[in-house]
């Protein structure tokens, strides 16, 4: 079954307000990526953690890697409609090598 | 660099048909993984190929298959399809060492009748 499970798996916002996705594994992660799926698009890789508590920060984008490496979030300040699209985790649980993708966070902006 | 083609872009069939998909890596990736992307179930891992032999394999039944030729170029079969099969399967190409970010073509968009 899916180990690696997003929250929420819906999220209308208005343009400007902030928006977070969390993502979660049942087991460690060596390492978290993200990508981001826009409506009718593929996936594409937005960035990878690795390190225990690890921050990142991509403009309006921050995203970080628990303490215990088995949860991530994405946040964005300040949606904007570019924003729209489905976010998903990606990690290999249990030190695995099988890219395990999270059920993925959907997100509208609505102006 | 180009990037990761697939062909072909739309693909109808029947139940009980096969069907053979196409994926073409970035030049010089040699991991290609397979992946069945639907509404219900969401990105699911099919396989990974590497240097023309399977490296990790994912929980489909063995109707599902695939290989890799010298040139890293890869198929997908799906044999005696079923209705479930109808989704988008997308392809993604890697340079192969460890965690390295997937590079994902357009997909094929498979519609069963």
């Known amino acids: 079954g899916q180990q690696v499970m997003q929250i929420p798996q819906y999220q209308h916002v208005q343009e400007g307000e902030d928006f977070t996705t969390y993502c979660n594994s049942s087991?460690?992660?060596?390492?978290i990526q993200w990508y981001k799926q826009r409506p009718g698009g593929h996936p594409v890789f937005l960035i990878q953690?690795?390190?225990?508590?690890e921050v990142k920060k991509q403009k309006r984008l921050t995203f970080q890697f628990g303490e215990a490496k088995k949860n991530s979030s994405l946040h964005i300040t300040a949606t904007q409609t570019t924003d729209v699209g489905t976010y998903f985790c990606?990690?290999?649980?249990?030190?695995?090598?099988?890219?395990?993708f999270g059920t993925g966070t959907q997100l509208k902006v609505e102006l | 660099k180009a990037g990761v083609t697939q062909t072909p872009r739309y693909l109808i069939k029947t139940r009980g048909q096969q069907v053979t998909l196409s994926c073409s890596p970035i030049?010089?990736?040699?991991?290609v993984s397979w992946y069945q992307q639907t509404p219900g179930q969401g990105l699911q891992f099919l396989f990974e190929?590497?240097?023309?032999?399977?490296?990790n394999k994912g929980n489909f039944p063995g109707r599902f298959s695939g290989r890799q030729f010298s040139n890293s170029r890869s198929e997908m079969n799906v044999s005696t399809l079923e209705l479930g099969d109808s989704a988008l399967y997308l392809c993604?190409?890697?340079?192969?060492?460890?965690?390295?970010?997937?590079?994902f073509g357009d997909g094929t968009r498979l519609s069963i009748l």
């Open positions: 087991t460690t992660l060596s390492n």
């Open positions: 953690l690795v390190k225990s508590g």
């Open positions: 990606a990690g290999r649980p249990g030190g695995g090598n099988k890219l395990t």
């Open positions: 190929y590497f240097s023309e032999t399977q490296r």
């Open positions: 993604a190409s890697s340079p192969g060492t460890a965690n390295q970010p997937q590079h």
């Open positions: 030049s010089g990736h040699r991991s």
